[in-house]
């Protein structure tokens, strides 16, 4: 088998300039097989349709943590709603301010343990697979993964 | 420099009026190992938060305070450090009072700028300008720690004018600063006593390094090399790997260049013209070396500007007094008010812009990545003023103790 066997086509997308706030409707909001029951990372395309980002529920997170809690050891002196008003500060960023832009990815036409190893190596969710003009056509999760393992291990009675 | 052979590697390497001068190299690698050591206890964020409660959640209190404590630490550690262990916390309590950080951490890049000017070790151009002239620890707080209190006590007022009316916070947000625990910030109490221990040493250590004929580096490495050795590390490669190697070869090339420059005579020939300007009257002299370095070292770093000056007084010292030599012509009494003026030109310029000094650049950067832009002419807008009233007042200085009272 191979990566596109069993990865899930991409649906929805994201634009570099969308607003957080307006991603994170869009990611609510997006579909999985058929169902509408949102993601938890989405790929960003420009709009010739090429892979330029992932955004991912981490990377918002990060976003809201102050730069300055990085630089030294301040988790101690947080306090009550700080997470709620520093996720306000983010909400009109851009989508590519916040985005990871080095996504790691994988060929359409990779074997599966050419997947599972660049999923552990780098200890990724997902992987965006790409078709032969170098453009997004699925992801692979971390689960469908260990679901072709499975089906190796147990035949088809799952 | 040394391809051409206008300086041959054996003047760079070991020729003390030419080369690489090692006293200023080892004792900032050995300072910034102590430091690597000392930081991750975590005694810097609990003086900060510390200092922030002190201050009851009170934005100008707080302000005043945390400009305190970084004079003080700047004066004993160097100035980027000092900023770059406050500026994080400076940020936090901002937020937590909901207030803007920028003139926190301007008026903190100016007060580091201040009490880096008081001692030998406080500002780079102070280390040169002691290893060139001989001066030891205690001369430049005989010298410049004076004034530096004073210049600090009327900051501190000119902050209350800008500052002091402005600034009001809800009481539930005080409430906020004054329910951290500070304790928590230390990581590692065993090694903080230690480092203390040996920060106390090194100090004591500066202060009789004149009497005990030691030169400030060996001073500054014992330390660094006591502290590695009680902190019972398995890794001291980590800590020394964390020293700012770009910054070290920076000075090496510097000194290089400069005892080029030196060696070709520039450095004289300018020298000359300095003493055609003030008719070699020491006075005029003076003051024209610390109002020049002022504006030189608000616009450029004033590490290469010391580095220069230092060989052109020397120049100049001689062409005064061709009789003498060695530590009779650099300790001149005559010749010392100069540099205590370069040193108080050249660090106190440094507040002048964004990027006069190491400082201000770092807190610009922090402020950036934080999301708070400062533009170059806000930073002069505070820094301009502030740089002319402090060169002011150590013009004044100059003129009454060395030149009125003479002591």
């Known amino acids: 088998m191979k990566a596109k066997d069993i990865m899930e086509p991409i ?148 | 420099m040394l391809i051409l052979k206008i300086l041959e590697q054996r003047e760079a390497f070991h020729v003390e009026e030419l080369g690489v001068d090692w006293n200023v190299i080892f004792l900032l690698i050995s300072m910034m190992t102590i430091i690597n050591l000392m930081r991750p206890t975590g005694f810097f964020e609990y003086i900060a938060i510390k200092s922030a409660k002190w201050g009851k959640g009170e934005p100008f209190r707080i302000m005043a305070i945390f400009a305190v404590v970084t004079a003080v630490l700047s004066a004993l ?23 803007d950080p920028i003139p926190f951490l301007i008026s903190e890049a100016l ?70 625990n500070e304790r928590e910030a230390i990581k590692d109490p065993v090694m903080l006593k230690k480092s203390l221990f040996v920060l106390g040493v090194v100090i004591l250590g500066f202060v009789f390094h004149g009497m005990l004929h030691y030169e400030p580096a060996t001073v500054a490495l014992f330390g660094a090399g006591l502290l590695l050795l009680i902190s019972g590390t398995h890794d001291p490669h980590h800590y020394l790997a964390e020293v700012e190697w770009p910054t070290i070869f920076f000075f090496m090339g510097l000194f290089i260049i400069i005892g080029g420059v ?34 030189a070292s608000a616009f450029v770093d004033n590490i290469p500007y010391v580095a220069t000056m230092n060989p052109l007084i020397i120049d100049m010292a001689k062409q005064l007094w061709p009789h003498l030599q060695g530590i009779q012509l650099l300790h001149n009494p005559e010749l010392m008010p100069l540099w205590w003026s370069l040193a108080l030109g050249a660090c106190l310029g440094g507040n002048g812009t964004a990027i006069g000094a190491s400082a201000n650049v770092i807190v610009v950067g922090l402020a950036e990545r934080a999301g708070r832009k400062i533009s170059f002419v806000r930073f002069m807008f505070y820094g301009m003023p502030i740089m002319i009233l402090t060169v002011f007042l150590s013009m004044i200085y100059v003129w009454l103790r060395y030149y009125v009272l003479k002591f």
């Not at chain 1, 991603?23 to 989405?42: D, H, N, P, S, T």
């Not at chain 1, 992932?54 to 002196?77: N, V």
């Not at chain 1, 359409?108 to 078709?131: C, S, T, Y």
């Not at chain 2, 003493?275 to 002022?294: K, Q």
Request: aromatic share 6%; no cysteine; glycine share 6%.
């Open chain 2, 262 to 295: 030196v060696k070709v005579g520039l450095i004289k020939w300018l020298s000359v013209k300095v003493l055609a300007i003030t008719h070699g009257n020491m006075f005029a002299t003076s003051m024209l070396v610390m109002w020049f370095s002022a504006f």
């Open chain 1, 11 to 158: 649906k929805d997308t994201l634009r570099p300039q969308t607003t957080i706030k307006e991603a994170i409707k869009q990611m609510k909001l997006a579909r999985r097989g058929e169902q509408r029951v949102g993601v938890k990372g989405m790929v960003v395309l420009d709009s010739d349709g090429n892979l330029i980002g992932m955004l991912s529920i981490k990377d918002i997170l990060r976003a809201i943590i102050p730069e300055y809690m990085t630089m030294a050891e301040l988790g101690e002196f947080t306090w009550e709603g700080m997470l709620e008003k520093m996720a306000k500060r983010v909400e009109n960023m851009k989508v590519e301010e916040v985005m990871t832009k080095k996504v790691i990815t994988v060929n359409e036409n990779a074997p599966l343990m050419e997947v599972a190893d660049i999923i552990i190596k780098h200890n990724l969710q997902r992987v965006p697979v790409l078709g032969k003009d170098g453009k997004p056509v699925g992801i692979i999760y971390v689960r469908d993964l260990y679901w072709a393992l499975v089906k190796a291990l147990l035949g088809e009675e799952v």
């Open chain 2, 111 to 180: 007060a580091s700028n201040i009490g880096g000017t008081a001692t030998l070790i406080g500002d780079p151009p102070n280390i040169m300008i002691a290893s060139k002239a001989k001066l030891n620890f205690m001369d430049f707080i005989i010298n410049l720690t004076p004034p530096v209190i004073i210049i600090m006590i009327i900051f501190l007022f000119v902050l209350k004018i800008f500052f002091g009316k402005k600034l009001h916070v809800k009481p539930e947000l005080k409430k906020r600063v004054l329910e951290m």
């Open chain 2, 77 to 99: 550690l160097d100035n980027v450090t000092t900023v770059l262990l406050l500026a994080p916390v400076t940020l936090l309590i901002a937020d937590a009072l909901e207030v």
